[in-house]
T-cell receptor, first 115, second 111 residues
């Protein structure tokens, strides 16, 4: 079984450039989460979707961040324009349908470096 | 507001030792608690999930316990090996798609 698939694994870009991170959740999972991990702040929830609908984006740090989930098998997290303080590892996670499950399955992450 | 704390932040043990990692949470109204392992540069791998109605879960050399009333969970690792070296995170699911993570315990097992 394929797990959560993220791309790219590593991204190095210059300040001001647009960055798009991609995620394919586990088939059959109906919830998808974007997290950011840094040494200083640990894991932070940015946004989550249920049945492709954004439920809570209160964790998105600024309007420069946006996320979409056009279908059940694909999501993107976009940063435009990127800034050095956005450097972090961005994780996508999905969760199965079962009520009250809350069990999370993570991808390998996308390590973003903004110069 | 739910807060999750993990103690110690880092731990170094000799190979073969049994060890316990601790996780505490402030609000006992949880649906489940999940323990993860994270290797450097990698994602989080789920180790054990304990439902709120359960007291413990076991997988191989790992045993996780849950005491909801006291807001505590422990992850017991038997006969530790160098390959167990990683960061271990606990996370509580409070419903409504909310999962709260601890900061993790960084474990180093010396050969």
């Amino acid at each position: 079984d394929a797990g959560v698939i993220q791309s790219p694994r590593h991204e190095v870009t210059e300040m001001g450039q647009e960055v798009t991170l991609r995620c394919k959740p586990i088939s059959g999972h109906n919830s998808l989460f974007w997290y950011r991990q840094t040494m200083m702040r640990g894991l932070e929830l940015l946004i989550y979707f249920n049945n492709n609908v954004p439920i809570d984006d209160s964790g998105m740090p600024e309007d420069r961040f946006s996320a979409k989930m056009p279908n059940a098998s694909f999501s993107t997290l976009k940063i435009q324009p990127s800034e050095p303080r956005d450097s972090a590892v961005y994780f996508c996670a999905s969760s199965p349908v079962k009520s009250g499950s809350g069990e999370l399955f993570f991808g390998e992450g996308s390590r973003l470096t903004v110069l | 507001k739910q807060e999750v704390t993990q103690i110690p932040a880092a731990l170094s043990v000799p190979e073969g030792e049994n060890l316990v990692l601790n996780c505490s949470f402030t609000d006992s109204a949880i649906y489940n608690l999940q323990w993860f392992r994270q290797d450097p540069g990698k994602g989080l791998t789920s180790l054990l999930l304990i439902q709120s109605s359960q007291r413990e879960q076991t997988s191989g050399r790992l045993n996780a316990s849950l005491d909801k009333s006291s807001g505590r969970s422990t992850l017991y690792i038997a006969a530790s090996q160098p390959g167990d070296s990683a960061t271990y995170l606990c996370a509580v699911y409070t419903g409504g798609f909310k999962t709260i993570f601890g900061a993790g315990t960084r474990l180093f097992v010396k050969a």
